[in-house]
């Protein structure tokens, strides 16, 4: 991917030569980010395979879990504060533990656009009824989408099956 990525910027770079020193700092600013983000994140992730056991995520977050699995995940993605690009392999480490795909889409939704810190600077700024109404609105539809997603894999899945036997 990284190597598709130098391809695609050399020959941008190329075509655009004025822009190659918006490029390279950018370049550079992310992947210093990177170099300091991820080995924390793996980190993490190291612990919270060996600390939160199967069951423990098939209980709150798997097929049973109902509304307060998605509630807890809301929750989940709303606290931590950092890019999306973190929350991708925390979400496929509780796919593998159980958790049910909408709770993740939930999560990675709640991730991108309910944190804690950005709900406060909208209050100061927008107001409370603003606040409320988008995150009630963002709520609803985060889970709406969460659970026809969800239904559109098990659609597929069953359909492959059935093709497949």
């Known amino acids: 991917m990284l190597g598709v990525i130098s391809i695609i910027a050399i020959v941008l770079l ?15 600013d992310y ?10 994140v793996m980190i993490l ?8 056991s199967k069951e423990t ?13 998605i509630i807890l995940a809301i929750i989940l993605g709303a606290l ?3 890019p999306l690009y973190i929350a991708f392999p925390m979400a ?5 533990k159980g958790a049910k795909i909408s709770n993740i889409i939930v999560f990675l939704s709640a991730w991108a656009c309910i944190k804690i810190p950005q709900e406060m600077v909208e209050l100061q700024f927008l107001g409370p009824q603003f606040v409320l109404l988008r995150l009630s609105l963002t709520i609803i539809f985060v889970i709406i989408m969460a659970i026809f997603i969800e239904k559109m894999i098990e ?11």
């Open 45 to 52: 992730l190291g612990l919270f395979a060996v600390w939160v």
């Open 14 to 28: 190329s075509i655009f030569p004025d822009r190659k020193e918006p490029v390279t700092n950018t370049l550079w």
């Open 92 to 96: 496929a480490a509780l796919l593998k």
């Open 155 to 165: 659609w597929s899945e069953s359909r492959v099956a059935t093709m497949a036997s």
């Open 57 to 69: 995520v098939v209980k709150y977050l798997g097929k049973a879990s109902g509304i307060k699995g």
């Open 31 to 40: 992947s210093m980010e990177m170099v300091l983000i991820l080995p924390a």
């Open 80 to 82: 931590p504060t950092g």
